[in-house]
T-cell receptor
Framework: DVKVTQSSRYLVKRTGEKVFLECVQD?????MFWYRQDPGLGLRLIYFSYDVKMKEKGDIPEGYSVSREKKERFSLILESASTNQTSMYLC????????????FGPGTRLTVL | KNQVEQSPQSLIILEGKNCTLQ??????????LRWYKQDTGRGPVSLTIMTFSENTKSNGRYTATLDADTKQSSLHITASQLSDSASYICVANMNTGFQKLVFGTGTRLLVSP
C-alpha cells in the first residue's frame, strides 16, 4: 500500500514562530510537492522538488522555504509564521512518467495565532 | 489564464440516486484530466485520469467523460452511497516538462439517507 505521510495532522503555532512540516513517501518517487488548500480556492502549489537538493517555486512561494536532503523526505518551512498562513497543507509525490498519479498525504491543518 | 471551473459548488442527493458533476477547463498545453475525491479533513485520492484521446473512463460506480474539443469533463456517480459524501475535485494537467496541475475548487456532495 503506497503511502505519503505527514508529521502532524493538527498544529497550532504563534505568530513569528518557525514552523517545520515534514513529509515522507515510500514509493521511491522523484517528485514531491507542497500545496496549501483554503476554503473557496483550489489547491495552490507552494514549492516542488524533482530531485534531492533540488527545488522549484510554485505559484505562491512567498513566506515559505523547503528542504529535500533525502529522496523520500520533503520539508516545508515557515521561517516566521503569520496568521495568513493558517491553512491546510498537503504534501504529494509522483514519478516522472507522464500520466502518472499524484499521491497525497493526509494533510496538516496549521493554525497560526 | 489557466483555470478549472466546477459546478455545482455543492449538491445534496438521496442515497441510491445518480448525479453528475461538471468541469470546464482552460489550460494550455493540456496533457490529461483528473478527478479526485477528498473526504473531509483528508488528502485527495485519485479516481480517474484521462488523456485528450480518451472519451470515458470508469472506476466502479464513478464514470468520467472528457470532451477535449469543448474542454469539458463530467463525473457521473451511479447508485450513490453515504460514503460518496465528499468533495470532488477536477484537475487539469499541463505537463510542461513537469506535471503542473491546475485544480478546481471542487463540488461538495452530500448523500443523504
Amino acid at each position: 500500500d503506497v503511502k505519503v505521510t505527514q508529521s502532524s495532522r493538527y498544529l497550532v503555532k504563534r505568530t513569528g514562530e518557525k514552523v517545520f512540516l515534514e513529509c515522507v513517501q515510500d514509493m521511491d518517487h522523484e517528485n514531491m510537492f507542497w500545496y496549501r488548500q483554503d476554503p473557496g480556492l483550489g489547491l495552490r502549489l507552494i514549492y516542488f522538488s524533482y530531485d534531492v537538493k533540488m527545488k522549484e517555486k510554485g505559484d505562491i512561494p512567498e513566506g515559505y522555504s523547503v528542504s529535500r536532503e533525502k529522496k523520500e523526505r520533503f520539508s516545508l518551512i515557515l521561517e516566521s509564521a503569520s496568521t495568513n498562513q493558517t491553512s491546510m497543507y498537503l504534501c504529494a509525490s509522483d514519478s516522472s512518467l507522464e500520466r502518472n498519479e499524484q499521491f497525497f498525504g493526509p494533510g496538516t491543518r496549521l493554525t497560526v495565532l | 489564464k489557466n483555470q478549472v471551473e466546477q459546478s455545482p459548488q455543492s449538491l445534496i442527493i438521496l442515497e441510491g440516486k445518480n448525479c453528475t458533476l461538471q468541469c470546464n477547463y482552460t489550460v494550455s498545453p493540456f496533457s490529461n484530466l483528473r478527478w479526485y475525491k477528498q473526504d473531509t479533513g483528508r488528502g485527495p485520492v485519485s479516481l480517474t485520469i484521462m488523456t485528450f484521446s480518451e472519451n470515458t473512463k470508469s472506476n466502479g460506480r464513478y464514470t468520467a467523460t472528457l470532451d477535449a474539443d469543448t474542454k469539458q469533463s463530467s463525473l457521473h456517480i451511479t447508485a450513490s452511497q453515504l460514503s460518496d459524501s465528499a468533495s470532488y475535485i477536477c484537475v487539469a494537467n499541463m505537463n510542461t516538462g513537469f506535471q503542473k496541475l491546475v485544480f478546481g475548487t471542487g463540488t461538495r456532495l452530500l448523500v443523504s439517507p
